[in-house]
């Protein structure tokens, strides 16, 4: 089994700024693409932006060039630097990993209990 524990929401201005952070633990394998999600009140849940094994990234057009998604492999650590915050950034956010475990070779999807982020003035 793998652990999510998020970190690093919270409440700031517009304009403003929050790192968010994601850290996988338990009986790890590997972990491919790691990266987040949001869901604002009354609306579907959606991608914020992904980041393979090999570095590759992945971005929502209403993110692109405010947001940077990285990672730590060596700490099975995934991090959402979030620039420039308006309140439509306004939602939990959960992360989530492909991985794979000793006690099982199948790769999949785990999820964090999510972090609230909320912009206001």
């Known amino acids: 089994q793998v652990q999510l524990v998020e970190s690093g929401g919270g409440l700031v201005q517009p304009g403003g700024s929050l790192r968010l952070s994601c850290a996988a633990s338990?009986?790890?394998?590997?972990?491919?693409?790691m990266g987040w999600y949001r869901q604002a009140p009354g609306k579907q849940r959606e991608l914020v932006a992904s980041?393979?094994?090999?570095?590759?990234?992945n971005y929502a057009d209403s993110v692109q060039g405010r947001f940077t998604i990285s990672r730590d492999n060596d700490k099975n650590t995934v991090y959402l630097q979030q620039t420039s915050l308006i309140p439509e950034d306004t939602a939990v956010y959960y992360c989530?990993?492909?991985?794979?475990?000793?006690?099982?070779?199948?790769?999949?999807?785990?999820w964090g209990q999510g972090t609230q982020v909320t912009v206001s003035s």
């Open positions: 980041i393979t094994s090999g570095g590759n990234t």
């Open positions: 989530f990993v492909f991985a794979s475990t000793y006690r099982s070779p199948v790769v999949k999807n785990y």
């Open positions: 338990g009986n790890i394998r590997s972990i491919s693409t």
